[in-house]
């Protein structure tokens, strides 16, 4: 049975990651979380007793060194990932999406780690205005939330090209699901809405995205830490390329609300306008997604009305 260290593991796709992998019990798992403002324990609690966990900074080179040590494989979603807090303070993003991944990367190598996934974003390519990204792309990062993700991918792959450190990067587009923080856009939408307040849309709307059941998300990335090339990157490409307003449209509609809830802000500094992933890759290798973006939306804003008690006390922290 592999033993499995998912960092960032508290966090929203890292703790669906943990469920999936606990739950199939193929795996002795492991979780090393830092638990800020996203990383939560609540996150795991289907799992709860089913995994170890060690809490600390995937930037503390003694601390990461020990918990890698007799690991097969390693799984990075450690990182600082909202863009709007990016831009008000880049240095938590710098430390954590470059050093961290650094810090990692070297234990890993130390350790002999015989797998290791770098999880990224779609967002170091910058914006697309027509057709998608292939895995060859040139990076070109716009914030400095992406622009430390594609430094924590350069460090990685470098990892790879100087010392053969077995490691593959995944890329991918917005997420969406259960046990997400609700700073980012649905849950945001969806709790403010719950609540009866407005709803914040960026500029004039037309911002687009490819969105990904957080599920279908964790398959591609398990099917990368089994199956994938050594020094590849590997895009997980969404089911829905919606614009905002016509993710805010189906939000409304989902709770039964109207426009009048909707208050236009101004738009984000440097706001990226289309992102587009091609997933030829991973779908050589067998990938697939399975849920459809209705389906997995209805049952998202299902689950955030049935667990109320869950994002509550999160709210006060969240980038209103």
Request: proline share 4%; charged share 25%; with cysteine.
């Amino acid at each position: 049975m592999n033993r499995v260290l998912v960092t960032g593991g508290a966090g929203f796709i890292g703790s669906q990651y943990v469920r999936d992998l606990v739950a199939e019990g193929s795996a002795e798992v492991t979780v090393l979380d830092k638990l800020t403002y996203a990383g939560n324990l609540a996150n795991l609690a289907p799992v709860e007793g089913r995994y170890r966990f060690v809490r600390g900074d995937v930037c503390d080179a003694e601390l990461v060194r020990e918990a890698v040590r007799g690991h097969d494989v390693v799984v990075n979603f450690a990182a600082e990932s909202h863009v709007d807090r990016s831009i008000a303070s880049a240095g938590e993003f710098v430390r954590t999406n470059v050093q961290g991944v650094q810090v990692l990367m070297q234990a890993c190598l130390d350790a002999g780690v015989g797998r290791v996934v770098q999880v990224s974003t779609d967002e170091v390519y910058g914006s697309i205005e027509h057709g998608s990204w292939d895995e060859d792309t040139p990076l070109a990062p716009n914030s400095p939330y992406s622009a430390a993700k594609a430094g924590g991918d350069l460090v990685a792959l470098a990892y790879f090209r100087t010392h053969g450190l077995p490691v593959s990067i995944t890329r991918c587009g917005n997420n969406y699901g259960p046990y997400q923080f609700p700073e980012k856009v649905i849950p945001l939408f969806v709790t403010n809405l719950m609540d009866g307040t407005t709803v914040p849309l960026y500029g004039d709307g037309g911002n687009v995205r490819d969105w990904i059941h957080v599920t279908d998300h964790c398959r591609g990335i398990r099917l990368v830490a089994e199956r994938g090339e050594p020094g590849a990157v590997y895009h997980v490409a969404g089911t829905a390329e919606l614009t905002n307003l016509q993710l805010t449209e189906r939000l409304l509609a989902a709770c039964g609300a109207g426009w009048d809830r909707v208050e236009r802000v101004t738009d984000r500094k440097g706001h990226d306008r289309r992102y587009s992933l091609s997933d030829a890759r991973l779908r050589a290798l067998g990938y697939a997604p399975r849920v459809a973006f209705e389906d997995g939306l209805a049952d998202t804003v299902r689950w955030y009305e049935e667990n109320r008690a869950w994002w509550e006390p999160l709210r006060a922290g969240s980038v209103r």
